[in-house]
């Protein structure tokens, strides 16, 4: 058993692993009612940033509920509570549409009402304010996707007065859905300040990469749901830019990366500047 195994263990009760929905490292805490302990680096500010997001957004937004946070060592520790639910991407690949639709339709009503509610502060609230940057050379991005990327990058907005509270990962992958319809918002490591169309168009573009078959019919659910509380005006470009500023902010974190992740995220950049999204 490793340290922080020992630590949830003496602090909390008996801890096991999870996989499916958590970019981090993630443990069930078998208490009443469980808990979930998600592990990082102190060196990596996500799950610090999430932590801020869940405690701002607590009553606000359905997320799991902050408990609290440990720093042991080499690691921060951030515990929540336990949310049920199927996994939005589970239920995508069933193929069953009709409640893929209603999952769709919810996830625009939540990000319309409950997430992009929240215009843009003063910084106080401790989350991240989007950093637009022209995308830099890297050496395993070849120079030709660099320079068309970078065409893009001038239609991102920087006027804060435009910014809202974004998840920064929003899609089918990070949403519970239970039996009842209620929608949870999980994982906010990359929550930030910043344009509406930024959460608008990464869940687009997953559905449109992940689900080419069922894409139209789910992405103009969604759509049709969030225009109906907040009109928002986008176009094929407006939604490329905002997917490639998603894009380059991983690329940005892969220098140390294994190749086959780097070429796999390369790829990715390189079909959606052939692809049209919309």
Same mark, same amino acid.
């Given at each position: ?6 630590f949830?263990?003496?602090k ?9 929905g958590? &970019? ?10 469980p ?44 515990v929540?509570?336990?949310? !049920? ?36 502060t ?18 395993f991005?070849?120079?030709? $996707? ?38 949870t ?21 997953? &559905? ?14 969604? $759509? ?5 509380? !907040?009109?928002?005006?986008? &176009? ?37 500047? !052939?692809?049209?999204?919309l």
């Amino acid at each position: 058993m490793g340290q922080v195994e020992r630590f949830l263990e003496e602090k909390y009760g008996a801890a096991g692993r999870l996989s499916g929905g958590y &970019t981090n490292l993630a443990y069930k805490i078998e208490t009443n009612p469980p808990l979930v302990a998600k592990i990082a680096s102190l060196s990596n500010e996500d799950l610090l940033n999430e932590a801020n997001a869940l405690q701002v957004l607590h009553g606000k937004v359905p997320t799991p509920k902050y408990i609290d946070d440990h720093s042991l060592e080499s690691s921060f520790i951030l515990v929540t509570s336990y949310e !049920r639910g199927e996994n939005g991407q589970s239920i995508l690949d069933t193929g069953d549409m009709a409640k893929a639709e209603a999952v769709f339709k919810n996830m625009g009503l939540v990000l319309a009402n409950l997430i992009h509610s929240h215009a843009y502060t003063d910084g106080s609230l401790k989350l991240r304010k989007a950093k637009v940057l022209e995308p830099a050379s890297l050496d395993f991005v070849p120079q030709p $996707l660099v320079e068309k990327s970078r065409t893009f990058f001038p239609l991102l907005s920087t006027d804060m007065n435009e910014w809202v509270l974004s998840h920064g990962d929003y899609g089918s992958h990070n949403i519970l859905f239970d039996s009842d319809g209620k929608i949870t918002v999980i994982d906010w490591e990359w929550t930030e300040w910043f344009h509406p169309l930024v959460d608008i168009a990464w869940t687009l573009w997953n &559905t449109k990469l992940h689900y080419p078959h069922m894409a139209d019919r789910l992405n103009q659910a969604f $759509l049709k749901a969030y225009q109906s509380v !907040r009109p928002l005006a986008y &176009t094929e470009p407006l939604i490329k830019a905002y997917v490639l500023y998603k894009i380059w902010h991983l690329l940005n974190r892969l220098h140390h990366a294994d190749a086959a992740v780097q070429n796999n995220w390369v790829s990715r950049l390189d079909w959606t500047l !052939r692809t049209n999204i919309l």
